[in-house]
């Protein structure tokens, strides 16, 4: 296979630059390892779009969060992805606290942003009834939105392939050619890429890649664990509330989920493998009592799962590392997208898009990079029962146009068959249970899956044409079924 570009990585950083220079007459590769995008520490985050008071504009982190937390209203909009900006609050309980929320506010306002405001008294408590009473401060950023992050990353990755990305999913980069000093090709377990630009956008596994290119950084995983609550809490908080920050996290956070959860995390501590997804009583106890200082009635049960996602910290670094190295031409790194990296998306894109424009004028002063006029730069809406609970009519309507979006399948979150099957049918395409998960939510709600889990597993095998036993959870190696079962056998289902 040939290509102009080559992405490492299909989270939200690979698959944002995807769709930045999918605008231009460029033959552009996306790989991801596993078998769909946002498999990695963008589905495992928190979904808050920052506002940006608290990195050091000096710093990439600080510029390009501040940059992007702007662009986010459109991009949503145009992917068709939910997104809203209910803004934060600092919660500050003393007098040395709200000295940091100052001095946050002056780091903010030096970054040029201007609605941050100290609240107190009544109008903190109006912004957010249910505040532990004794919190006396809080710095209020109207800005800060919350975002689905693997939805998101989804639409990035729909929309590049929509215009000319090839996404390649179960393909691993293993190794680089170079030859005088040149990036030439990536090696995958799949075959041989040539290509002109290599871009490192590995999260976790950016210093593995790198090290073909001559770099030398290791990338430590900090665990963040989260607990999710049924959505009757999703309104027990209107913002996003911090705690003071410290030097190493921005807290233990509690904030509605943009599809109306609550969500309470994460932690922050040190793990040695880069998979270790695993979330611990421990650590459930820690956010748990945290969150508590913030809401003293935060539930105590009610909780439908919990989940972790793993910072990508370069050892002895706190920025992100965004450039063209100096060593082998054609290669460019994105390495180290811890937070805020998720907010810092769309402008890392358009960073990398002229870093890629200065790289390809050195070194192939033929390649002329043209905007496509032809660059589409939406996506369809689709249709969604949970959208259309208060207007079953029109419902209706699409019912009669296609009856599979009259067969529920999952009962919690209201999910048509119709939306299963369009979800395999998308630019990149839903493959296993989980995939389905995030982009449906078939799955996500109270009985987690209990319910739903057999038919969309049904639904998997029919659109995909594979036997039951080859669905998987998510990617090879995660088959559900060892052998039929008692309903599949009084079916009269074959394997
Ligand atoms: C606990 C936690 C909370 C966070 N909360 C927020 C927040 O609220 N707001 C915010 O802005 N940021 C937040 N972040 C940070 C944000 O999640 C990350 O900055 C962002 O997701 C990084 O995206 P990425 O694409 O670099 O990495 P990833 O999403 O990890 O993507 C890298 C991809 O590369 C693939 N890959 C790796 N090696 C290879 C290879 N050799 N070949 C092919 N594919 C490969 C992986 O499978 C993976 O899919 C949080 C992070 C954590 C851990």
Redesign the pocket.
Known sequence: MKADVTI????????VIARELSRYNLNIIL????DD??????????????AGYNADFNTLKGWL?IKSNSMFDKLCQDLKVPFKRIGSLVIGFSEKDLKKLKELKENGEKNNLKNLEIVTGDKLFKLEPNLNHKAKYALYAPSAGIIS?YKF?IALADNSVVNGVKVLLE????DLKCENDQVVSVL?NKGIINTRIVIN??????G??AKAAGYNFRINP?????QLFDKKWGSLVNHVLFPIPTKLSKGI?ISPSVHGNLLI??N?YPVKKKDDLATTETGMDEIYTEAKKLISHLPDQDTVTSF?????TIEGREDFIIEASKKIKGFIN??G?????????PAIAEMVLSILKEVASKIFPKLELNYQDNFVETLNELPRLADYLNKIEEWQEIIEKDSDYGEIICRCENISKGEIIEAVQQPVPARSLDAIKRRTRAGMGRCQGGFCSPRVLRILSEELKIPFLKVTKKGLGSEILKTMTKDMVEKGDKI
Not at 8 to 15: A, L, P, Y
Not at 171 to 174: L, V
Not at 337 to 345: D, F, Q, R, V
């Open positions: 490492i990585g299909g989270g939200v950083i690979g698959t790989l991801e390892k596993e995008v946002a498999m990695g520490t963008s589905k495992g985050n928190l979904g808050i779009i920052h969060n992050p990353t393909t691993e980069a293993i995958t956008a590995a999260g976790l596994y950016a593995e890649v900090l665990k963040g664990e989260y956070v995390g994460p922050c972790s996602g793993l910072r990508a994105v390495a997208i811890k937070s805020p990296g998720l907010s810092a998306a």
